[in-house]
């Protein structure tokens, strides 16, 4: 039972009361019960290469310090000192083999261990008396990391990334595994959105109803050159496991041939055959459908397209970005540039320019989406939004079945529809519910950091 | 890591012209012209202010600790435009279907601590200013502030006046407190 039952009954039938965009006591709901639960991205292994450097990276109310230590290893710490708990590192990326507290010295190796107390023997008694290794900086409670992105999890009991994620594994794969070397990351972008973050997660999840309305001067301009690409109704949405999204339309071909003629170099399109999962490539090479925009549950979405960056050049670009909450009515976007590893400079360059051009803050597609979102979350906060229900209910008749059957012939993991329909948001929603009905965590159980068999010491003498 | 310091446009500056210098005049005098254009929305003028081969850059700023090499992304920006993107961009804001700016912001670039300083090449004058910009939108939403330095490169034109060969702006913010940027700086 929790305080959210109406809410949550409505929008599993597909209604969604419009406050929900803007709820103060709803955010603190997700707080506890979604992000606290779930598996959070921070980084990609590529913003740390060599030994010592470090990014720091939020998510909600956390900071967190994601280093590369001295041995190699990729590390997740909590940005707070074990003393009094000032940040230790308030610099967002550099290089440093350790973090010494501003506030009275404690020094901490880059892989947490804490090396340093000023005045250790005549303030604590030296190592008798306070253990250093007891006041290590806080490890994240459980950390994944799949084809380079390190993700995270604030409940140390939560079941693997990988079983979360499920069958999307493969649409991962399709964004961040294009050769054995994988990817590299780029950025990121960071700004302030005053807009609620479940809309832009849900819209990446699916919504493929808005693409030819609000981005319609996308290809008034020809910035796609949509003639190649066919017409998004002819488009799909899949959900697979923790994550769903959309794929778009190609022209007649074979895989080496639609990735062609999008962009891609005959050497990039045969490391891709030789590395992706037979389901994308035959999503792509038979189905003539490749993936555009997607969110893995709850708040990481992937965008893959293409666009003109000169009269006679078009190049494909990947980008990742977080939803990350600041508050019910204010979303911090982390946008970041992903590229083939192997790819040659110019092809890196060019799929930048591509990238930039079209989304992060100045890009031609998301400059519209931020208008649109944000206007959303202004008017969801007021007294007529919490008498207002939004449908959710596009593909569905009132006896809640399918206007179309799920697709037979997708050759990619999960339950597809084509036309349009909101099966994603949906199936986004059923998971926010999941999570909002069981619960917070415990987080006591979470909290304290590994204590050695002392604690039977004198306290004093 | 990988933050560098921008490569930029190769020249080489000599030392600042006094404010008394017809060159500075004449800088001053660009500036002031080109933000009133962008304030009007008079962008296909503005293009015409840009040379052929202009680059327009807008690095990510980042927060590194005191003597770091550097603070801004080499490799990351948030405009990267040549002649083409930039004119683009304009187009589709010329279509009916830019929401982000229908109905349009309220701007005001201003523009000030105007240096300027002779380069190498006669007819290339390299310009510092400040930039702040209010961006209104709606009603009473709070308006975007975005403050930052920009570092030019005009180039004289044979007929006469100046077009702006170079521009990259450093934003004095790390994380933008704007919804989106479709408006230039
Ligand atoms: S708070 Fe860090 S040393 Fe005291
Ligand atoms: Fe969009």
Redesign the pocket.
């Known amino acids: 039972m929790t305080d959210h039952d109406d809410i949550i009954t409505s929008v599993r039938s597909g209604i969604l009361p419009a406050h929900i965009y803007n709820d103060a006591d709803l955010f603190a709901a997700e707080r506890e019960s979604v992000f606290a639960k779930n598996w959070l991205f921070l980084a990609h292994e590529s913003e740390v290469p060599d030994r010592g450097d470090y990014v720091v990276r939020q998510q909600l109310g956390d900071s967190f310090i994601v280093s590369r230590d001295e041995s190699g290893e990729i590390r997740v710490m909590f940005n707070m000192?074990?003393?009094?708990?000032?940040q230790?590192c308030r610099a967002e990326i550099g290089n440093t083999s350790h973090f010494r507290?501003p506030?009275?010295?404690?020094t901490y190796k880059n892989d947490g261990a804490l090396v340093g107390v000023p005045f250790f023997k005549e303030a604590y008694g030296g190592e008798d008396e306070l253990r250093r290794s007891d006041h290590s900086l806080l490890p994240a409670p459980a950390m994944e990391i799949v084809n380079g992105l390190v993700f995270v999890c604030l409940d140390p009991d939560a079941p693997p990334f990988s079983s979360r994620l499920g069958e999307f594994r493969d649409y991962l794969d399709f964004y961040t595994r294009p050769g054995p070397d994988g990817v590299e990351v780029r950025g990121p972008q960071r700004w302030r959105l005053p807009a609620n973050w479940k809309i832009g997660a849900e819209n990446f999840a699916g919504d493929t109803y808005h693409t030819p309305h609000t981005h319609l001067s996308v290809s008034e301009i020809g910035l796609m050159s949509d003639a190649k690409g066919g017409k998004r109704k002819g488009g799909t949405m899949y959900f697979a496991g923790g994550g769903g999204g959309a794929t778009f339309p190609l022209a007649p071909g074979d895989l080496p041939s639609r990735l062609g003629v999008i962009g891609y170099t005959d050497e990039m399109i045969k490391r891709r055959a030789e590395t992706w999962p037979v389901t994308i490539s035959a999503l792509i090479g038979k189905d003539g459908q490749i993936p555009s925009a997607a969110t893995i549950f709850p708040n990481l979405s992937f965008l893959h397209l293409w666009a003109r960056v000169s009269e006679s050049q078009i190049v494909p670009f990947t980008t990742m970005r977080l939803w990350q909450p600041v508050s019910e009515q204010e979303t911090e976007v982390v946008s970041w540039f992903v590229v083939d590893k192997a790819a040659d400079e110019e092809f890196k360059r060019a799929s930048y320019k591509a990238y930039q051009m079209c989304f992060g803050p100045s890009g031609m597609f998301e400059q519209d989406d931020m208008e649109n979102w944000s206007s959303i979350t202004r008017v969801a906060g007021g007294t007529m939004a919490r008498r207002l229900q939004l449908n959710n209910r596009m593909g569905l008749r009132t006896d809640d079945s399918t206007i179309a059957e799920p697709l037979t012939n997708f050759s990619g993991p999960g339950a597809a529809y084509g036309g349009f329909g909101e099966f994603n948001q949906r199936r986004w929603f059923d998971l926010w519910c999941r999570d909002l009905e069981s619960g917070p965590i415990d987080t006591k159980k979470t909290t304290s950091y590994p204590t050695s068999e002392g604690d039977d010491r004198e306290h004093e003498r | 890591m990988s933050t560098s310091a921008d490569a930029g446009v190769q020249y080489d500056v000599g030392a600042a012209l006094s404010s008394g210098d017809p060159a500075h005049h004449a800088a001053y005098d660009f500036l002031m012209a080109e933000a009133q254009v962008l304030d009007d929305h008079d962008l296909e003028q503005w293009l015409d202010l840009l040379c052929e081969d202009v680059t327009y850059r807008v690095p990510v700023r980042v927060t590194t600790a005191r003597g770091s090499a550097c603070d801004v992304l080499g490799d990351a920006s948030h405009l990267d435009e040549d002649r083409y993107s930039l004119g683009k961009r304009i187009e589709r804001l010329r279509t009916e279907h830019a929401w982000a700016e229908d109905p349009p912001s309220r701007t005001r670039h201003f523009v000030t601590n105007v240096r300027c300083f002779a380069t190498d090449s006669p007819d290339l004058l390299a310009v510092t200013s400040y930039l702040l910009l209010f961006r209104s939108r709606g009603d009473a939403r709070p308006p975007d502030l975005i403050s930052g330095v920009r570092s030019d490169v005009l180039r004289a034109q044979p007929a006469g006046g100046y077009r702006l060969l170079r521009r990259v702006v450093i934003m004095d913010e790390s994380v933008l407190r704007s919804q989106n940027l479709a408006v230039f700086l």
Do not use: I, P, S
């Open positions: 000192c074990l003393h009094r708990g000032m230790v507290c506030y009275h010295g404690w």
